[in-house]
């Protein structure tokens, strides 16, 4: 079984940043793919960025150049930090772990990130 905790989040002002982590309870945490996802009020999760075993990653147009998602896999943690912050980007931050071998996809409890000044 797979357990994500996230944290960092927290009240910035617009340009700001912040690192958002989360670290993951599982075994051969280096084969999954992870991923962050955020999901605003009144709005539909969204996917952020994510991060495959390859070191490859994708980001959601709204934050590339702004946003770099990482993963330490000998920390078993996967980072998203975050510069340049819009208030637009105010919403919960959820990480994703999925399995390479059932697909089976695992949540993190999220983290509020607020931009506002």
């Known amino acids: 079984q797979v357990q994500l905790v996230e944290s960092g989040g927290g009240l910035v002002q617009p340009g700001g940043s912040l690192r958002l982590s989360c670290a993951a309870s599982v075994r051969l945490f280096s084969v999954y793919a992870m991923a962050w996802y955020r999901q605003a009020p009144g709005k539909q999760r969204e996917l952020v960025a994510s991060?495959?075993?390859?070191?490859?990653?994708n980001y959601a147009d709204s934050v590339k150049g702004r946003f770099t998602i990482s993963r330490d896999n000998a920390k078993n943690t996967v980072f998203l930090q975050m510069n340049s912050l819009k208030p637009e980007d105010t919403a919960v931050y959820y990480c994703?772990?999925?399995?390479?071998?059932?697909?089976?996809?695992?949540w993190g409890q999220g983290t509020q990130v607020t931009v506002s000044s």
């Open positions: 991060i495959f075993s390859s070191s490859v990653t």
């Open positions: 994703k772990a999925t399995s390479p071998t059932t697909s089976r996809t695992y």
